[in-house]
């Protein structure tokens, strides 16, 4: 009738998120009020004034990606990176005692799902939902895979935990029994590439009910990091290096990486181990086929023009979408998919930093080149991740194992009439 209307307030709860990070990209927005760098230095400060016998060691777990993106910002070496931001952490109110790398966890992660792969394979005639099996380490994607496609999608998601999600259980399980702690006596924190890693770090399934605590205490984002820089006035180039920490104690002399795209190299390493173990190809060589974009590409092995492994990495939500439906019509070709929310990966995280005067091909190809510059390990082959395992976590596929690295996801009903819109 032509007269004017005062609209009503658009709600929306954190029930209703997908946490595609398109929300949450500006400084006003703040995923979970009690992750963040400011609640971070109000716990630190809080910490230090404590009791001595009422004080937590504090443990900050640093994501290699987060880590590629400082030295691309502050243009230093990803070990000089490494070394400055040990320094610079622990002296935040001085009260942050260890600094850890969570490559050391990936080791775990990508072990586990190689080993569940398999296993998926072997009973793909009785299970039809064993495979395709799809990567669980974005937090994005189970989020939207729980509350948009719930019980349809979730039989094909890995139980194998995120490298965050598995650092948690070895800081807050492993590092604390050796330091003759509960678990509640300790602070993690971690550094992430990623907004969704708060929300992973929330969920309940990641909380110790007899403890009262959770494995990760704390996410922040690169770019908070950044933030944190700032507000003490420091430049990273200018602070003194530090030796690295290592979780079996000692210091650790370098750094390595997984072979495989800035995400973790979830395929790469999934794809060689079932070759070798399913069809006795070793070393079986990877080439890349894109589809209809970069974000979309295929790997196959074949023996005598005959498919023996189809696997794929999706990135972003449009292939997303094309995946899901893919399988909702039964025409998803795949054993595998890689699959993350951000287009080109994590290291295009929505928590990583802009470079000043960069376009954003430019500064994630110097990111990529930085994280792709260091020696690749295979995880098999770790010292340390074979001594946990055979000593704390009580062998391969034990009780203790399925406890600490594997988890389980849940089809969320979403609360449509949260949600309400006047135009």
Partial sequence: DGEAQKLE????????????????TSAESVLVSQQSHGELCKVLALNKAAAAHEQKLVVVSVSPQSRASLAARCKLGLLETAQKLTTFLKGLGKCVHHVFDTTFSRNFSLLESQQEFVRRFQRQAEDKQALPMLASACPGWICYAEKTHGSFIIPHISTTKSPQQVMGSLVKGYFAEQQHLPPDRIYHVTVMPCYDKKLEASRPDFFNQEYQTRDVDCVITTGEVLKLLEQEGVSLSDVDPSPLDSMLGGAAEELSSHRGGGSGGFLEHIFTHAARELFGVQGASIHYRPLKNKDFQEVTLERDGQVLLHFALAYGFRNIQNLVQKLKRGKCPYHYVEVMACPSGCLNGGGQIKLEGESSKEELQQVERLYGSLRAERPEENQAVRE????????????RALQALHTQYHAVERASSALSIKW
């Fill in 9 to 24: 307030k658009a709600k929306i709860t954190l029930n209703d998120c997908l946490a595609c990070s398109g929300c949450i």
């Fill in 388 to 399: 946990l395992y055979e000593h704390w976590l009580g062998g391969w596929g034990s009780a």
